[in-house]
């Protein structure tokens, strides 16, 4: 069960997932209350849940015409980022004791205290609560903890940088381009990241086209690199190529179509 997530991979219908996915992580959810300290089923239900919330529940928000019902599912993702956190921590917790209160004094020494069977964990923990600042509206006590995204994702990266076949840079990407200089960011840090999170998916994997498209190309206002990546990920044969990674670039497709459809709202 706590390996389930990855059953899900090489599905070739979304919908079918979307219906799927709460059950099984529900059921997760009852296995896991007879066995609070299992560490494969807190990494799954960290990975499941953000990963639920992010292609379907936000997509499916952000994608609404009625302002209420965005609104709603806005919210919603928010809440389920944040229970993903929670799973997080505590399988970081359960394989250290006292992490958390460590990660909140001194994010360094505590993310020093992770090993490489940890990856999985600091990614999920990494991925969901940054999602959950991003998607906060601007919640001052979310915001003041995104440095300790960032460690738990830098370790990550020292780590094992080939996680998920570039994940890990995919994340920078965005980590990098979505920010101002000011507040760190860096456009050419993300397109040294976005290269290599290329590189470690073989061709294989269209997410970082996108990603690289919807922050670093909306960012710098170039409308023809943003079409460009864009065209890239809808030509690639999502349901014959690359089967591993079938589920992800199908939703990946969605999405780019949804930006492409955009494309005279976030260029002047």
Same mark, same amino acid.
């Given at each position: 069960?706590?390996?389930?997530? $990855?059953?899900?991979?090489?599905?070739?219908?979304?919908?079918? /997932?979307?219906?799927? #996915? @709460?059950?099984?992580?529900?059921?997760?959810?009852?296995?896991?209350?007879?066995?609070?300290?299992?560490?494969?089923?807190?990494?799954?239900?960290?990975?499941?849940?953000?990963?639920?919330?992010?292609a379907? /529940?936000?997509?499916?928000? %952000?994608?609404?015409?009625?302002?209420?019902?965005?609104?709603?599912?806005?919210?919603r993702?928010?809440?389920?980022?944040?229970?993903?956190?929670? $799973?997080?921590?505590?399988?970081?917790?359960? =394989?250290?004791?006292?992490?958390?209160?460590?990660?909140?004094?001194?994010? #360094?020494?505590? %993310?020093?205290?992770?090993?490489?069977?940890?990856?999985?964990?600091?990614?999920?923990?990494?991925?969901?609560?940054?999602?959950?600042?991003?998607?906060?509206?601007?919640?001052?006590?979310?915001l003041?903890?995104?440095?300790?995204?960032?460690?738990?994702?830098?370790?990550?990266?020292?780590?094992?940088?080939? $996680?998920?076949?570039?994940?890990?840079?995919? $994340?920078? /990407?965005?980590?990098?381009?979505?920010? @101002?200089g000011?507040?760190?960011?860096?456009?050419?840090?993300?397109?040294?990241h976005?290269?290599?999170?290329?590189?470690?998916?073989?061709?294989?994997?269209?997410?970082?086209? %996108?990603?690289?498209?919807?922050?670093?190309?909306?960012?710098?206002?170039?409308?023809?690199?943003?079409?460009?990546?864009?065209?890239? =990920?809808? =030509?690639?044969?999502?349901?014959?190529?690359? @089967?591993?990674?079938?589920?992800?670039?199908?939703?990946?497709?969605?999405?780019?179509?949804?930006?492409?459809?955009?494309?005279?709202?976030?260029?002047l």
């Amino acid at each position: 069960m706590s390996s389930g997530g $990855y059953s899900f991979a090489a599905d070739d219908d979304p919908d079918l /997932v979307r219906e799927a #996915a @709460p059950f099984a992580l529900k059921a997760q959810e009852s296995l896991l209350a007879q066995d609070p300290g299992h560490r494969g089923l807190l990494a799954s239900l960290c990975r499941g849940f953000t990963q639920y919330a992010s292609a379907f /529940v936000w997509q499916d928000a %952000v994608e609404q015409s009625d302002a209420e019902r965005a609104a709603a599912g806005k919210e919603r993702a928010n809440r389920l980022f944040l229970r993903a956190k929670e $799973y997080g921590m505590r399988g970081l917790e359960a =394989a250290h004791p006292g992490f958390g209160e460590r990660l909140a004094a001194d994010p #360094a020494s505590a %993310v020093a205290m992770a090993g490489e069977e940890d990856v999985p964990l600091l990614f999920w923990t990494a991925a969901s609560w940054s999602l959950a600042i991003s998607t906060s509206g601007g919640v001052p006590t979310l915001l003041a903890d995104l440095p300790r995204c960032e460690s738990l994702m830098r370790r990550a990266l020292a780590l094992r940088e080939d $996680y998920e076949h570039g994940s890990i840079h995919e $994340y920078f /990407v965005a980590f990098e381009g979505g920010r @101002p200089g000011p507040m760190g960011g860096s456009l050419d840090k993300a397109r040294r990241h976005f290269e290599r999170a290329m590189e470690l998916g073989r061709g294989r994997k269209i997410s970082p086209l %996108v990603t690289f498209a919807e922050t670093v190309s909306v960012r710098t206002q170039n409308r023809e690199e943003f079409l460009g990546l864009l065209s890239r =990920a809808l =030509a690639f044969d999502a349901r014959e190529e690359a @089967p591993e990674f079938r589920l992800a670039n199908l939703l990946s497709q969605r999405k780019a179509k949804w930006l492409v459809g955009r494309v005279d709202e976030l260029f002047l």
